[in-house]
């Protein structure tokens, strides 16, 4: 069942969002070719402790993972897309990694992800990361009043063909508000105008990801860990969004890049289109039908 939330619940949602979104940017900012990821991890979980946030993550054990998750990140570096299990990895030059992260403050959560290359960036993996936030910015815009969840599907996977990236069916985005993944399951292709209405009041996190050459994916031996099946690069971009009478409002916007910099070290990280507010980037996905 879904439920629509008020004006008030949506402004409470948008100040987990921001927490998220000004998190998922310093991290960014943190990556950098030499760091560990469990680096990031940690300093995710000293960041959610200060906030008094919780992770949506931690414990986390839903039937597509080997539960429970005992981190506050997803950490996907390369061929991994979804659900990366923070590990003893140091970045290198050219890696691409994608954050995914979502937490609740006062029982209302956001959820975000964002895709980056370390130290030098190779031009086809700009581009496929580029793809993800235009494609999230499309599924953004297609979350209208008076729309169809298919519009937001469609408008996704339109940018995945005119880019000529496969789209993987099984994982998608979400519902979310008092939890991290609740009704409708969104996917990254289909029809516009099927599926149900969209009414002002319908939080759903929208989160394409791509791999640069298959639609299919495999599994780690950890359990949680999700890659494209052919090895090729894959891409994550996510943000949690409100549909309102007034049009889409994304909860989880990020500060442009400079404008705040909690974080350590200066940039490591390269992503094409960084981000404000509005367009911009995803989480760990998700699941058939269900959500990540
Ligand atoms: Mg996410
Ligand atoms: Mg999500």
Redesign the pocket.
């Known amino acids: 069942m879904i439920e629509l939330k008020s004006a008030e619940e949506i402004g409470r949602m948008a100040v987990t969002g921001q927490f998220v979104g000004e998190l998922l940017a310093e991290l960014s900012g943190v990556a950098a070719v030499g760091v560990n990821l469990m680096d990031l991890e940690h300093h995710a979980r000293r960041r959610i402790k200060e906030r008094g946030a919780e992770s949506c993550y931690w414990d986390y054990a839903p039937s597509f993972g080997r539960g429970p998750f005992r981190n506050v990140l997803c950490l996907s570096v390369n061929d991994a897309v979804l659900h990366g299990l923070p590990h003893d990895r140091v970045l290198r030059d050219g890696d691409l990694l994608s954050i995914?992260m979502?937490v609740g403050i006062d029982g209302w959560v956001a959820?975000?992800?964002l895709s980056v290359v370390v130290g030098t960036p190779d031009p086809a993996d700009l581009r496929l990361i580029e793809a993800t936030e235009v494609a999230l910015a499309a599924g953004i815009a297609a979350a209208r009043p008076g729309g169809r969840l298919g519009d937001i599907s469609a408008a996704i996977g339109e940018v995945a063909h005119s880019y000529g990236y496969p789209v993987n069916g099984e994982f998608g985005?979400?519902g979310?508000g008092r939890t991290?993944?609740e009704a409708p399951h969104v996917a990254n292709s289909g029809r516009a105008r099927r599926g149900m209405r969209l009414d002002p009041g319908l939080t759903i996190?929208i989160?394409p990801w791509f791999c640069r050459s298959t639609d299919r994916i495999t599994y780690d031996k950890d359990g949680w860990t999700i890659r494209s099946a052919d090895g090729s690069r894959t891409a994550h971009s996510?943000h949690?969004v409100a549909i309102t009478a007034a049009g889409p409002q994304v909860l989880t916007g990020r500060p442009a890049p400079g404008a705040t910099s909690p974080g350590p070290s200066s940039a490591g990280a390269t992503s094409p289109g960084s981000s404000s507010a509005g367009a911009t980037s995803?989480?760990?996905?998700?699941k058939p039908a269900a959500?990540?």
């Open positions: 995914d979502a959820d975000s992800a985005g979400h979310i991290m993944h996190a989160e996510e949690t995803p989480g760990p996905a998700r959500a990540a």
